[in-house]
């Protein structure tokens, strides 16, 4: 089988480099959207062309996260990490080679597609190898590589900005291919899902990397035996889904746990983040910067995007997801509204706007100026701990094992579905209701904040098993940070409520029988 790496801080590093292809792929754009070499070569396209370039690349993701769940249910989770490295490098080559907009269009959504891929996967791949004591901390450096995606490839882009020519462009989308490579050579020492191997009935390979990763290859471990009980009574209930369709996760038993992820990857869309982050220039065009200002000025955003990433790979398993949540929402909402108003107030139209330029509206007050960037930096610091890390944490909780692959993407390809309608209708939402843009998006933080509160239950602290059964019991989601599940006696687990997490004390620890040996 060849050397395999099992510390789960090193394999979440080596899966989330699939993250950082998503976070190149948003500065791709914004790096180079309105620098004179690019608009030039593609003819200065108008907001609906720009909208259209920037959207294909969430298309082709939307498309890969459908295709996701049939494939890592067939062939496994690593494998499909693998494939997504390499579509992404195949669409990163043609788009660095585009000759025109179609042939643009075409590599970002091939590229697109591994991206799909990517961001259905790597979750599920770290929540079904990670200990519940840190899943949330490893599930959060998922976004955490967006950030660090985003940040470089904007630098990246920045100093490209400087070479004459078509060359400025090309150069900053061929280095995209860089992570791919990484991408694909990490595959190669990942160790496979233990639960998906243990669904196939490859239980020696699922026990084998479990005790590696749980207990540094001892099998006999208290948390090793109890982790392969809880999944093999798992998979045992779950073979009535073994032909699950997508109609099934709508079905009356799955229909709220289903909803609810969806609308988990939607509303993290409609925070307006990705808005921010593609067209962070435009914005800063509004507040009355120009030149290199612009582009240095919102580095600042990418570097405050990273930094504030960290208190969620901290603290996130100690937060929970629904305060966490709901916090967010809430600060983003303020911003926003203060956005609004700084920009209804001191904003004025611009004289003799070019029919294709996309903004219209200018600031000339330095001070309402500056508070409006601050408003955009303090939007990045309350969504990046919150709703950035936790969405992509909470969807790959939510689902059993039979239903984990096929529910991730569907929910996975509702976040790229949304992108892709919010990249197109933000440029012309600049260029026609201008600040007023900024109110849509406040108006959808107060709604996800009420709707979290009301039907999004609290996974902290929980295994994915004890998880499914939380939703078998039907608890109110705003009781679910209080709910304990039933445990045999001879689990002898015992929850801890003053650390808030599941402590297992084993004073008793009943090995398995034959027959469950041989299973």
């Known amino acids: 089988m060849g050397y395999k790496v099992y510390n789960p801080y090193l394999l979440t590093l080596i899966a989330t480099t699939g993250g950082m292809l998503f976070g190149f792929d948003i500065s791709s754009v914004s790096s180079f959207v309105d620098q004179e070499h690019y608009k030039e070569y593609f003819n200065h396209p108008d907001s609906l062309t720009q909208g259209g370039i920037t959207a294909s690349m969430a298309g082709g993701s939307f498309l890969g996260s459908v295709l996701t769940g049939m494939l890592t249910d067939k062939f496994g989770r690593r494998p499909v990490i693998q494939l ?25 959504v091939i590229a697109g597609v591994g991206i799909g891929f990517a961001s259905s996967s790597v979750p599920i791949y770290i929540s079904e190898l990670a200990p519940k004591r840190i ?37 900053g989308w061929g280095i995209m291919i860089v992570p791919g490579f990484l991408l694909m050579l990490g595959t190669l020492v990942l160790a496979e899902s ?37 999944i093999r009574e798992s998979i045992e209930v779950e073979k009535d889904n073994a032909n699950l369709t997508v109609l099934d996760l709508f079905n009356k038993e799955n229909i709220n746990r289903t909803m609810v992820g969806l609308w988990s990857q939607i509303w993290q869309q409609l925070t307006g983040m990705n808005v921010m982050m593609y067209y962070i220039v435009y914005m800063f065009r509004m507040a009355g910067f120009s030149g290199d200002t612009v582009l240095v000025s919102s580095s600042i955003q990418y570097v405050i995007n990273v930094v504030m990433t960290v208190p969620a790979l901290l603290w996130l398993d100690r937060w929970g997801r629904r305060k966490t949540l709901m916090t967010g929402s809430c600060l983003m909402c303020l911003w926003l509204v203060i956005t609004s108003v700084l920009l209804g107030i001191y904003s004025s139209p611009l004289p003799n706007p070019d029919p294709n330029e996309l903004i219209t509206i200018t600031v000339k007050n330095s001070k309402a100026s500056k508070a409006i960037i601050s408003m955009s930096y303090l939007f990045v610091a309350s969504f990046a701990p919150t709703w950035g890390p936790t969405t992509w944490v909470y969807c790959s909780e939510l689902f059993p094992t039979s239903q984990r692959g096929l529910a991730n993407g569907l929910c996975a390809s509702a976040n790229w579905i949304f992108n892709f309608a919010l990249a197109m209708f933000v440029p012309s939402a600049f260029k026609n209701i201008t600040w007023k843009t900024y109110i849509v998006f406040a108006v959808f933080c107060v709604a996800m904040t009420i709707h979290v509160y009301i039907l999004f239950p609290e996974t902290k602290g929980k295994t994915l098993e004890e998880i499914s059964m939380m939703w078998e019991a039907k608890v109110p989601a705003w009781r679910t940070s209080t709910w304990e599940p039933e445990t045999p006696a001879s689990r002898q687990v015992v929850f801890d409520e003053k650390n808030d997490h599941e402590k297992s004390e084993h004073q008793e620890v009943v090995p398995f029988s034959d027959e469950e040996k041989r299973v």
């Not at 959060?140 to 882009?157: D, E, K």
């Not at 233990?194 to 208290?222: C, F, M, T, Y």
Request: aromatic letters at 12%.
């Open 84 to 108: 997504a490295s390499i579509v992404w490098m195949i669409g990163c080559a043609i788009q660095t080679a585009s000759q025109n907009i179609g042939m643009l269009i075409a590599g970002r």
């Open 135 to 171: 899943r949330g901390r490893l599930g959060a450096v998922f976004q955490w590589a967006i950030t660090w995606g985003i940040m470089i490839m904007f630098y990246i882009g920045y100093g490209c900005s400087f070479i004459k020519g078509n060359a400025s462009f090309r150069t």
């Open 194 to 230: 233990p639960r998906w191997l243990a669904k196939q009935g490859r239980w020696d390979e699922a026990i084998e990397i479990i005790a590696n990763v749980q207990s540094k290859g001892d099998p006999n471990h208290p948390d090793v035996a109890l982790e392969i009980e809880e």
